[in-house]
């Protein structure tokens, strides 16, 4: 078939397996042109990445195999291809990364269903148990809309809201690159209860205490989340709407996590990127372009695999304890909330509109990253080309 990006909603329905291998390919050359800086350190040998298909989690699981050299089981939800369509973008990302891994020599196996199962974490213990691995490091990299419950099987959904009011703001829609105000009303107390179900710290903590319970975790072993906190001007439908209630509860998470003596946890602030949500959430689209061209501007643009390298080289296995803020988290995101880069940023925000939208904001590099997360205008594949769904093997 000829695929190209089905956009419907601002949502991607399909990938280019030839794009997704592509993509995932360079992620693995940026870490493997760095290896020698990483054999200088004492990195990790044994990682579970829960959530390892994209994003950071995919950067993650990229950087400790092809990095340090170290065995890595990942798990995630995914769907495969058919005759008719093609798989998600994590489907390929999870086979093109263990066909490299297997190339190189490197211990790699990926689990595909439900994450916050019972059934899962056993599978993952019986795999940990038979390859003789005991994890020094779990990446908890989980985004999800739902999550099952393992105890009483309820279903718990996800919302991107404001609380205690409704939000108003400025947003771009990336693929026609038309500004308009969007509104958004306020959750309620069983929305916000039920995000922090869906994306907060309780599964990653489950995990923990079943790896631990189990003995596959190594002595003094490691655990990390990601998070965000953004600008000001975000917060609103971010920091103080209902995913950023969850991500709270992710944060005192890595408190007891740490207290219960499973691991060392930490949450680790990241960048701003395209991910394939990103285009739905009001105010991200505009804000993210506006801070796309500032950073590539002032040459300090990074992607998902340039801040997980800084987090593994110069954070987690630097050799020292990592530096910490005030609410106990690693921040690497302090290139875009540098005070020069935002009050950019904020001034660019309240005085864009169509005429200057060009000028002020990298709509069109915020549209290519969403393309290339699904395997699309990726350079030097031909979208012309008759594909196979399933790629080549």
Not at 328 to 356: C, H, N
């Amino acid at each position: 078939m000829i695929l190209k990006p089905m956009v419907r909603n601002n949502v991607c329905i399909n990938a280019h397996p030839g794009g997704c291998a592509v993509e995932t390919g360079r992620q693995i050359e940026v870490i493997r042109a760095k290896r020698p800086a990483y054999d200088r350190l004492d990195g990790p040998k044994a990682v579970l990445v829960v959530g390892c298909s994209t994003g950071y989690g995919l950067a993650s699981r990229i950087a400790t195999a092809f990095g340090f050299g170290a065995a890595t089981l990942g798990v995630s939800y995914e769907r495969g291809p058919s005759e008719a369509s093609t798989g998600t973008p994590g489907w390929y990302n999870n086979r093109n990364f263990d066909a490299e891994a297997l190339a190189a020599g490197l211990v790699s196996r990926t689990f595909d269903g439900d994450a916050y199962s019972r059934a899962m974490k056993e599978k993952v213990i019986a795999a940990a148990r038979e390859l003789g691995l005991r994890f020094d490091l779990v990446v908890y990299s989980l985004a999800s809309p739902a999550r099952t419950d393992p105890e009483t099987g309820t279903v718990y959904r996800s919302v991107i809201k404001p609380i205690g009011g409704v939000y108003r703001g400025k947003t771009v829609d990336p693929f026609s690159s038309v500004l308009s105000h969007a509104e958004v009303q306020g959750a309620s107390e069983d929305e916000i209860a039920q995000t922090v179900k869906v994306m907060g710290g309780e599964d990653w903590a489950l995990w923990l205490e079943a790896l631990n319970a189990a003995g596959v975790l190594a002595p003094e072993p490691t655990t990390v989340a990601y998070s965000y906190v953004g600008p000001e001007l975000s917060w609103p439908i971010y920091r103080d709407g209902t995913i950023g209630r969850a991500k709270s509860h992710l944060e005192a998470t890595a408190r007891r996590i740490t207290g219960s003596g499973a691991a060392k946890a930490y949450v680790s602030i990241n960048k701003a990127l395209v991910t394939r949500a990103s285009a739905v959430i009001p105010v991200i689209p505009l804000y993210v372009s506006i801070l796309y061209k500032v950073m590539k501007e002032r040459g300090i643009h990074e992607d998902c695999i340039d801040q997980i390298d800084r987090l593994f080289r110069d954070r987690l296995y630097s050799g020292s304890a990592p530096a910490l803020d005030a609410e106990g988290r690693i921040r690497v995101d302090e290139l875009e909330m540098g005070a020069a880069v935002q009050a950019e940023v904020a001034s660019r925000m309240a005085r864009v509109d169509s005429s200057d939208l060009a000028e002020l904001a990298d709509v069109e590099g915020f549209r290519l990253d969403f393309l290339r997360a699904h395997g699309f205008a990726v350079e030097g594949i031909d979208y012309e080309a008759d594909v196979s769904p399933y790629g080549e093997a």
